[in-house]
């Protein structure tokens, strides 16, 4: 793996602090390795930490303080690198999200939040609560398209997406947000900017049966996943994990339609959905 980069402290908390750790560990004459064996994690998730890639959270914190002599700066200052506008199951994944240089994802219920379109993802958010006031949902919502802008690179980054095509059926929002949200995936797959096939039905069992994946590479961390149920998620670092999940979504791969056959069948299903043929 290439060297860490210098960070340019004043360009968020993050950074800042993640500048300021790798000076410290430096000072003390440690590797992330054994920087990471003193708080009982991994050296790539010290990496991490001064990549900026990762939050630090006020429990780590507080050990780097001790450990690193600090006198409390990491605990000080972790609030201010923990601020979000996203729900706190997701945070850390959103912002690790906006700086990856490749994610490749499986949806088997929902097109994820970086292919949706406001009038698709209003209907996720009011799915998952329906007592939530309105403008709750409208921030939400607003959150999400946030995410989107990331695409507004003509090329990072890369994002490939296997879709199940029960998530093409389900019919969320009504027809007419359908018809909208797989024309968006169809204009972004004629542009060239994503990587977009669908799982079929025909394929039937398949290697992630179990649940929707997500993996995100750096360019000078480590990869990351992140596993995400009912309003709880998990960021893991484990290279083990990482590895393994990477040739399930190789297989996925290998199981779903071309990408030809992808956009065949998604403008097909939206000109299904437009004449009220969806079964």
Not at 150 to 164: F, I, Y
Not at 209 to 214: E, Y
């Amino acid at each position: 793996m290439a060297g860490p980069k210098d960070l340019d402290p004043s360009s968020s908390p993050r950074a800042l602090l993640g500048a300021e750790l790798r000076h410290a560990r430096e000072r003390k004459g440690l590797s992330q390795e054994q920087l990471g064996q003193r708080l009982f994690v991994s050296g790539s998730f010290i990496g991490q930490l001064e990549a900026g890639t990762r939050r630090m959270q006020p429990e780590y914190a507080e050990l780097l303080d001790e450990v690193l002599e600090m006198g409390g700066f990491f605990a000080r200052n972790c609030k201010a690198a923990a601020r979000s506008k996203y729900e706190e199951h997701f945070a850390e994944a959103a912002e690790v999200e906006a700086q990856a240089t490749a994610i490749r994802q499986y949806s088997p219920l929902l097109i994820p939040g970086l292919l949706q379109t406001p009038a698709y993802a209003r209907a996720v958010n009011r799915a998952y609560d329906p007592t939530t006031p309105e403008e709750t949902v409208e921030e939400w919502t607003e959150g999400r398209m946030a995410r989107t802008r990331l695409l507004d690179h003509p090329t990072k980054p890369l994002l490939w997406t296997v879709l199940d095509e029960a998530a093409l059926h389900r019919e969320t929002g009504g027809r007419t947000v359908m018809v909208e949200a797989l024309h968006h995936i169809a204009g972004l797959t004629r542009r060239n900017r994503v990587i977009v096939q669908v799982l079929p039905f025909s394929a039937g069992a398949h290697a992630a049966m179990q649940g929707a994946l997500k993996l995100m590479e750096f360019e000078d961390a480590p990869p990351l996943v992140f596993f995400e149920g009912v309003r709880n998620g998990r960021l893991e670092d484990d290279p083990a994990t990482a590895t393994h999940l990477r040739f399930t979504f190789d297989l996925l791969v290998a199981s779903a339609l071309s990408r030809e056959k992808s956009l065949a069948l998604i403008e097909a299903l939206a000109q299904d959905y437009t004449h009220e043929e969806h079964p």
